[in-house]
């Protein structure tokens, strides 16, 4: 009869549960990966291309979701009302290792996180969370393939559709 092993049990358990998608629900979460993804089209076909930054939020048991979002510092975009949570942010990379809360709607193939809220908007007796993941800041115009190959894999679909803009010296968002 062969022996139980917990440890393994437990990892196994833990591979399966982040494997699966996020679904509807309220989570406390870390940010884990950061990247300036650079132009990229406008939900509006009609609109000119905008620079936009993906950012990959990861829960307790190691979930991940990703949203990109334009780079927008106002009280109704997403990126604003994410940067507005924190007083230190005075760049993108700032973000890497910050706790909030999301609330994701939608089912198992196309999550959509819809709120986010700061952690003295919500009281809560969850833990802080530890990445199961190492942070990562990527910048497109300053390439790092052993990062890149680390990314989400909706980042790397994002950048690899990347709009590249010809003479524009501010292609960058970084700090």
């Known amino acids: 009869m062969a022996k139980f092993n917990f440890k393994a049990e437990l990892d ?3 591979n399966d549960v982040r494997s699966k998608k996020i679904e ?3 989570y406390r979460v870390i940010i884990t ?3 300036e993804i ?3 089209k406008a939900f509006n076909p009609e609109d000119e291309p905008q620079l936009k930054v993906g950012v990959v939020f990861e829960n307790a048991v190691g979930q991940q979701i990703c949203k990109i979002m334009p780079l927008k510092i106002s009280s109704y975009s997403h990126f604003g ?3 507005l949570l924190f007083d230190d942010i005075e760049s993108t990379a700032d973000l890497l290792g910050k706790e909030l809360f999301i ?3 939608g089912n198992a193939n196309w999550p959509k996180i819809t709120c986010l809220y700061s952690l003295e908007d919500v009281m809560t007796l969850e833990p802080k969370i530890s990445s199961q993941s190492e942070f990562l800041y990527f910048i497109v115009d300053e390439p790092n393939a052993d990062c890149l190959k680390k990314l989400h894999a909706d980042l790397k679909k994002a950048i690899s559709t990347r709009i590249r803009v010809k003479g524009d010296e501010n ?3 970084s700090g």
């Open 38 to 40: 650079g132009y990229q």
């Open 103 to 105: 609330e994701v709607e």
């Open 171 to 173: 292609a960058s968002i």
């Open 81 to 83: 009302q994410l940067c």
């Open 33 to 35: 990966q950061v990247a």
């Open 24 to 26: 509807t629900g309220f």
């Open 12 to 14: 196994s358990a833990k």
